[in-house]
């Protein structure tokens, strides 16, 4: 694509052939001693018809672009001959020209000019001055400045075909990575057929679901561990089924936190009766033994009265007997009762044991559990990220891995370095930047996750 620059000296064609026309003419019409004066009026028209001023045939963005090393343009010289009423063109000038890299160009005849920081009218207008100089004419001459190639722009990073390309006027970022083949995607060798972007995606769906059902799990043994009375879904969880597919996991979740709950408290429960019930018979038991010992005294006085009684001969051996028997049925009943509370006693105490093992081993079991999903989590997520990395080069792969629009699999990110000052510079640039010839456009790709993790982290 090349753009066109004059610098215009020349009359009107059709103002030019008319006055050849007269003088073609005069011959006929004119006498001897008038033609001077008429060929004098013909001279002054086709003076009268010269504009004095450089005139680009371009406008817009064009006129605005300023030559640079590297530029190539091509050059034609042409101007009017009146003693041969037609024009006579500089063939030794005109050619192709390249901008050397102090921003000069030689030109036969005319020697150097200065054309980096020159448009292509203004340089039109120096080479027709220059050229006018060199030779004596008495206009100066017509001079068109075509611009062949421009500068190339460089565009780095995860694109296709990393490379120079041949800048134009208004070129864009986007355009310019159009340019180098688009974003950077596997090719067939590399990441095989459509079967294996379609197993990794079917991986990667996979493994986003159980990530986030094990980070709904491990938030529900938190729950258990901190013996919590009801369980809250955790915020900020993802999940490729979306926020439906969360849900339903969560529902579940839920529901086997109050049905373990239930059943630990259950039990504990049954444990609390069985230990109130012992504690009852205990009581019972103790009132027994009190009543039973004070009988139990008042026998063994009985017994020592009708012993005393006996050595006297006051009274029988029969009666003496059948105190003693009452005695000992008495002191054998308070026996049982004591042996009963015991019994009871050391039942509570296991009791209380099995209450404590039972929530050390379901405290111990949660906290495995736990352990056991944290591990799985973190194995997860690092199986997701490996996937992410593989989808994000495939574009297939990333849309059959089922990522929304707000949670892409990766992101574009663009930077220009640009020469400031003979410094380069390093800007941020979006979609529609328009760039400049010599810049160097870098092109990154980057996981959503990494970059706001470095974003935080910086």
């Not at 490379?163 to 974003?183: E, H, I, M």
Request: some cysteine.
């Amino acid at each position: 694509m090349t753009k066109t620059f004059h610098a215009q000296h020349s009359v009107s064609i059709a103002l030019l052939r008319a006055q050849r026309k007269v003088l073609e003419f005069l011959p006929l019409v004119c006498p001897v001693y008038v033609r001077p004066l008429i060929l004098l009026l013909a001279a002054a028209l086709s003076a009268a018809a010269v504009p004095t001023s450089a005139q680009n045939s371009t406008t817009g963005d064009v006129q605005a672009y300023v030559l640079g090393p590297a530029d190539q343009i091509s050059i034609r010289v042409v101007a009017w001959d009146d003693s041969k009423m037609a024009f006579a063109q500089f063939d030794e000038l005109g050619g192709n020209y390249t901008i050397g890299i102090d921003g000069t160009m030689m030109m036969p005849l005319v020697g150097s000019i200065r054309a980096a920081g020159q448009t292509g009218a203004s340089l039109a207008a120096a080479v027709s001055a220059a050229v006018q100089q060199k030779t004596g004419l008495s206009q100066p001459p017509s001079t068109t400045v075509n611009i062949l190639k421009y500068r190339p722009v460089y565009v780095l990073g995860d694109v296709m075909r990393p490379g120079s390309y041949d800048f134009r006027p208004g070129l864009t970022t986007v355009q310019a990575v159009a340019l180098a083949g688009g974003l950077y995607r596997l090719n067939g060798e590399e990441t095989g057929d459509l079967i294996a972007a379609i197993r990794t995606s079917g991986t990667y769906r996979e493994v986003g679901l159980t990530r986030a059902r094990m980070q709904l799990r491990a938030a529900r043994l938190q729950a258990e561990q901190a013996d919590q009375d009801s369980l809250l879904r955790p915020e900020g969880l993802s999940s490729p089924g979306g926020e439906a597919a969360l849900a339903a996991m969560f529902e579940q979740e839920k529901i086997l936190f109050a049905s373990r709950r239930e059943t630990l408290a259950n039990a504990l429960a049954e444990l609390d009766t069985s230990r109130k019930l012992l504690e009852s018979e205990i009581a019972a038991r103790q009132e027994k033994l009190t009543a039973l010992e004070r009988q139990i005294g008042l026998v063994r006085e009985s017994v020592g009265t009708l012993d005393t009684l006996l050595k006297r001969g006051l009274s029988r051996s029969q009666s003496l007997v059948v105190a003693q028997q009452t005695l000992i049925e008495l002191e054998a009943r308070a026996l049982d009762n004591e042996t009963g509370i015991f019994k009871a006693q050391q039942q509570i105490s296991e009791l209380d044991r099995s209450k404590a093992d039972l929530i050390s081993t379901r405290r111990l079991q949660v906290l495995r559990e736990l352990q056991a999903t944290e591990a799985e989590i973190d194995r997860l997520s690092n199986r997701e990220v490996v996937n992410r990395r593989i989808l994000r080069e495939s574009g297939a792969g990333a849309m059959l891995a089922g990522e929304t629009p707000d949670k892409p699999v990766s992101i574009v990110r663009y930077q220009i370095l640009r020469s400031n000052s003979g410094e380069p510079a390093a800007q941020p640039a979006g979609r529609a930047t328009v760039l400049q010839p010599l810049d160097v456009l870098e092109v990154i790709l980057e996981d959503p996750l990494e970059a706001a993790s470095s974003s935080e982290g910086g």
